[in-house]
């Protein structure tokens, strides 16, 4: 398997613009989440789906931020109007439910900067 | 304070052993995980280790658990300049599988 997919890699985007982060998670996984990691706030959470249904979206800092799962192999982590404190590395992981218990398989992440 | 805690930053010269602690405040956590950063890449789960157990070995690794104390520790035996990398400590809160991760502590491996 070619792993958690995440596109693009880098994506560098001027404040106000609206930028779509995209994730393809490993097949048969029935979870998914994205993570946003900061020097200043480490590894948070923002959002999971379970089953293509958003379980959790506590973690989602504003409005500005959205998240969607039309089906089992894509999500997309949207920010509209975007922001420089967004800048960070985007995470998106997925998880079968089974096996060691509630392994998370990480993509390789998307790094975006604001200016 | 935070949900799960542990050092920013560990140097230590290659072939030594390296240790990474972390503490965590759920006392019902029930899986504690240690997950690996590579440098550009993604978190890998490295190990883990259930609540009812206080202590699991693999190969270089050592995982301690004081459950009393909620405390964490990962023991990586001769440490290599390719195990530098940032290692997250997890736990998951009681009644909810999803884990909460630590901020990492940069292994550091100097020759």
């Given at each position: 398997d070619a792993g958690v997919i995440q596109s693009p890699r880098h994506e560098v985007t001027e404040m106000g613009q609206e930028v779509t982060l995209r994730c393809k998670p490993i097949s048969g996984h029935n979870s998914l989440f994205w993570y946003r990691q900061t020097m200043m706030?480490?590894?948070e959470l923002l959002i999971y789906f379970n089953n293509n249904v958003p379980i959790d979206d506590s973690g989602m800092p504003e409005d500005r931020f959205s998240a969607k799962m039309p089906n089992a192999s894509f999500s997309t982590?949207?920010?509209q109007p975007s922001e420089p404190r967004?800048?960070?590395?985007y995470f998106c992981a997925s998880s079968p439910g089974q096996g060691i218990p509630y392994e998370q398989y990480f993509g390789p992440g998307t790094r975006l900067t604001v200016t | 304070g935070e949900d799960v805690e542990?050092?920013?930053f560990l140097?230590?010269?290659e072939g030594d052993s390296s240790v990474i602690?972390?503490?965590y405040t759920d006392s019902s956590s029930t899986y504690l995980y240690w997950y690996k950063q590579e440098p550009g890449a993604g978190l890998q789960l490295l190990t883990y280790i259930f609540s009812n157990m206080d202590m699991k070995q693999d190969q270089r690794l050592t995982v301690l658990l004081n459950k009393k104390d909620k405390h964490l520790s990962l023991r990586i035996a001769d440490?290599?300049?390719?195990?530098s990398a940032i290692y997250f400590c997890a736990a998951n809160k009681g009644g909810s599988y999803i884990p909460t991760?630590?901020?990492g502590t940069s292994l550091i491996v100097h020759p």
């Open positions: 706030r480490g590894l982590l949207k920010i967004d800048s960070a590395v | 542990q050092s920013l140097s230590v010269r602690n972390c503490t440490t290599q300049t390719g195990d991760f630590g901020r």
